[in-house]
């Protein structure tokens, strides 16, 4: 039986919403940063991705840091929510200021106002996103309850990161009489930096300020005691070092790669392979409307009826496979031409259902990852959400660029040409492109999946470790131990 009281609506679905800041972050900067910089602003892209991959290093390095402190941190307020609190102000201005830059700035002086501005947001969304994340295993400790409860966090998530990028596209973005192409409107950048900064503000408050009424039922860090260098990262090692732990960190980095090799080669497979309009892509992108409200319903029912880790294998199976069917039925010609409106609601129809069972099977391995905690705290006696959760944020991170670097890889293999236009690239290179694409994504996610196979924690396992700690909370407390 659980030892913390549900949480209400209310509460769950503040904690759901904190999603939208890390979402609208995480889009700005996927999609529109390096072109708003480099495109529109002028400068160099490769001086643009330096700076943006050393704000990325910074933050990564900061992920495990910032996580143990959290774990750690003593106030009234309790171990998370002060961390929250001080990071909505600072991080919303910075990311105003992102993408609203003084006019007259040198190259060089363009070049330090992003790095320290992209520096400053990424390390505030940091103290933010860690804490925030890891209160998730904290607000309860039901096996069933947890799974809803990320769900609501990935589904706010990716819907407040797509909302913002369809209105920027579709009413900031726009042409004028003086710009002809949307894209170069700067201030339509500046309004949609006012806009998100905004939701990223009032997602955090909500967030912090909703789940505030829960710091009663919060666990306190362990007593104070003298600290160095090596032993906090002794005990961040000790924490991390679990077979679950490392089944999900190895499925967490496949995964990312898979993502963002998937995400690199969008523009080449829907442009070049699909040969869709912009209209098109427009409307495959709008449907993560319906499968993100169609996650929340698989991934709790999958992880009642089958447990979290054999429905996120299960699931996962399904979703990897379906994805790349397209492309191999294509290579044997046995899909619709290009043009033919059968292959776009053939896609359309794929895309919904297969992103609906990713985000379940990401919502699966989030609530997997909560279930760690109770077994780490068997193990060192500490409670370590903040150090789980920060190494899957640190590994997303480190892991960014993989997905892009084996996109250009395909590329040079496809011997794809640069610059060209849909219709003008060789059949040849567009057949191979696909040929290579599926096989390869294939694989990564097969590699994710059985990686999952490793990982021990079922359900019985942790109402166990649950009724472990009850007996020795109740112990310690006979005893008047801390």
């Given at each position: 039986m659980?030892?913390?009281?549900?949480?209400?609506?209310?509460?769950?679905?503040?904690?759901?919403?904190?999603?939208?800041?890390?979402?609208?972050?995480?889009?700005?900067?996927?999609?529109?940063l390096l072109l708003f910089y480099s495109q529109v602003l002028g400068l160099n892209a490769q001086l643009v991705a330096l700076a943006l991959g050393i704000a990325l290093v910074i933050d990564a390095i900061l992920d495990p840091i910032v996580g143990y402190w959290s774990d750690n941190f003593s106030s009234k307020l309790g171990r998370r929510h002060p961390m929250m609190y001080a990071a909505a102000i600072p991080?919303?201005?910075?990311?105003?200021?992102?993408?609203?830059?003084?006019?007259?700035?040198?190259?060089?002086?363009?070049?330090?106002?992003?790095?320290?501005?992209?520096?400053?947001?990424?390390?505030?969304?940091?103290?933010?996103?860690?804490?925030?994340?890891?209160?998730?295993?904290?607000l309860t400790d039901d096996y069933d309850a947890r799974t809803s409860l990320m769900g609501l966090r990935s589904f706010f998530t990716w819907i407040g990161g797509v909302t913002l990028a369809v209105i920027a596209l579709r009413y900031f973005l726009v042409p004028t009489p003086e710009v002809p192409n949307g894209y170069f409107n700067i201030p339509g950048y500046g309004t949609y930096g006012l806009l998100a900064a905004g939701m990223i503000f009032l997602s955090i408050l909500v967030c912090t300020a909703g789940t505030h009424n829960r710091i009663k039922y919060l666990r306190q860090p362990p007593p104070q005691r003298k600290q160095t260098v090596r032993s906090i990262f002794g005990e961040i090692f000790e924490s991390l070092a679990d077979r679950s732990f490392m089944a999900l960190f190895l499925a967490t980095l496949f995964g990312f790669v898979a993502g963002g090799l998937s995400a690199a080669l969008n523009h080449y497979l829907n442009g070049f392979f699909w040969e869709f309009t912009t209209e098109q892509?427009?409307?495959?992108?709008?449907?993560?409307?319906?499968?993100?409200?169609?996650s929340l319903i698989i991934a709790p029912l999958a992880g009642k009826l089958w447990g979290k880790r054999n429905a996120a294998i299960g699931l996962g199976a399904i979703a990897f496979t379906v994805a790349p069917a397209p492309y191999f039925l294509r290579l044997a010609g046995l899909m619709p031409p290009n043009g033919d409106p059968a292959l776009f609601n053939i896609m359309l129809f794929i895309i919904i259902f297969d992103v609906a069972l990713i985000i379940a099977v990401q919502i699966l391995t989030a609530s997997m990852v909560a279930d760690l905690v109770e077994q780490s705290e068997l193990k060192t006696g500490r409670r370590s959400e903040g150090i789980f959760f920060a190494s899957i944020t640190f590994i997303r991170k480190v892991t960014a660029a993989m997905g892009v670097f084996i996109a250009s890889m395909v590329l040079e293999l496809a011997k794809f040409p640069e610059g060209a236009q849909p219709g003008s690239v060789p059949d040849e290179a567009v057949r191979t492109l696909g040929a290579i694409y599926a096989p390869v994504m294939l694989g990564v996610w097969t590699l994710m999946i059985t990686s999952l196979f490793f990982y021990r924690i079922s359900r019985q396992q942790h109402v166990e470790n649950l009724r472990l700690l009850a007996e020795r909370r109740e112990a310690a407390a006979a005893s008047g131990a801390p």
């Open positions: 659980s030892a913390v009281p549900k949480p209400g609506l209310l509460t769950r679905l503040a904690y759901g919403f904190g999603g939208v800041a890390f979402g609208a972050k995480d889009n700005a900067f996927a999609y529109f991080v919303t201005i910075a990311f105003y200021f992102v993408w609203n830059p003084p006019a007259g700035l040198t190259d060089g002086q363009l070049w330090l106002y992003l790095l320290a501005l992209t520096v400053t947001v990424r390390v505030c969304i940091t103290f933010y996103e860690i804490p925030s994340y890891a209160l998730g295993a904290e892509v427009s409307v495959l992108t709008l449907s993560i409307y319906l499968s993100a409200p169609m």
